[in-house]
């Protein structure tokens, strides 16, 4: 099968159909927290306020990609090497990140808000528990990254705990069990946590949107999709026929969670919103992963880019936003102009490209090399 040699070779081609949605969800994420944050033009359309969900979109990569390797991986040598999976992940998540947090802790002014929390939360990853965006404000949005890092860190040691014959039944077991349990937290958490302490201003936000195991829905479903993939190859295959279908139902089911659940902090978002939402991106990326499929077939040089861009983009652009606008609005651009938005537009890919290639890249390129010598 095509798309399974791609995700098994050792040198996979570039799956353009993931470029596109990796885009999509730096763009989502970016004009999101420009609205938000920053102010913004007055034709930013209203659909922008659902732009807080590019971040489950790319849960659903992560959890799709880094599984597919790790099946991979278990059904040609039969087991799992953590310390190469452990080495591999650290070479590309650990200095980009470890640079951008040094700047917001050397270089306080550059802070898009005043109060950011302690150092040792970012370092251990665990900066979205507890967090209280109204008192912490600073970096918030590293909470993904924390949620990702703990997915890297269990999803290895689960696969190689029920390695072994019937991999995709106990792994089904798993996954459907993991789903089920996120409506039971979620509702509990609800339930007994936040109502009965509303009125003491607890938020919404640090008890059910930042936490791990409350955010688990998008992770599960790029692992189905990836252990479909692997270890159904049949049945993959004939949905995949379909690759166009699947992206209009992507489409279809985010329409429905757009109009019913887009409002922060309501139960309807709580119990139904997440689920639904990464259904919807899981049906983009079947689709996207399908040959049949326009975005699995076209490569545009644009999407290609913004792609290789979106880690240095996700985690900086909040603090070069802020550092333009300071010195824009002292020059008098407006702030709510399209000027303003087109000028952090920019000054964000700069930034972003000038952090790829110093950074990323080199390091790229250093984990390779380290790798072959263990």
Known sequence: MRTMEKMTSS?????????????????????????????????????????????????????????????AEAQESGRISLKQF????????????LVV????????????????????????????????????????HAWSLCVEEHFYLILPLILIGILGRHLFKKLSFCLLTLFLSGFLIRYYIWSSLYLPKQTEGVSWHHLLY?????????????????????????????????????????????????????????FSTTMYGFPTIALGYGFLVFGAVSPSCILYRWNSKITNFISTLSYALYLSHKILIHALQKMALASGVEKNSTTMFLMCLAFCVAGALVLNLTIEKPFLKWRGKFIRKT
Request: charged residues 10%.
């Open 210 to 266: 930042y936490p791990s195991y409350t955010r688990l829905d998008p992770l599960i479903v790029g692992i189905s999709i990836a252990a479909l993939c692997h270890f159904q190859p049949k049945v993959f295959e004939r949905i995949s026929r379909h690759g166009n279908a699947l992206i209009l139902a992507g489409i279809l089911v985010l329409a429905v969670a757009y109009f019913s659940c887009a409002q922060f902090g309501t």
């Open 101 to 140: 947090v040094g700047i917001y802790f050397c270089f306080p002014l550059l802070r898009e808000w005043e109060a950011l929390p302690p150092l040792w939360k970012f370092l251990t990853f665990t900066q979205n528990l507890g967090i209280n965006p109204r008192q912490f404000g600073t970096f918030s």
């Open 11 to 71: 040198q996979p081609p570039r799956l353009h159909g993931l470029d596109h949605l990796r885009a999509l969800a730096i763009t989502l994420v970016l004009f999101f927290h420009y609205d938000k944050n920053f102010g913004h033009p007055h034709w930013f359309p209203e659909l922008i306020n659902f732009g807080w969900t590019g971040v489950d979109l790319f849960f659903v990569l992560s959890g799709f990609l880094i599984s597919a390797h790790l099946f």
């Open 86 to 97: 452990y080495l591999k992940r650290s070479f590309r998540i650990l200095p980009l990140y």
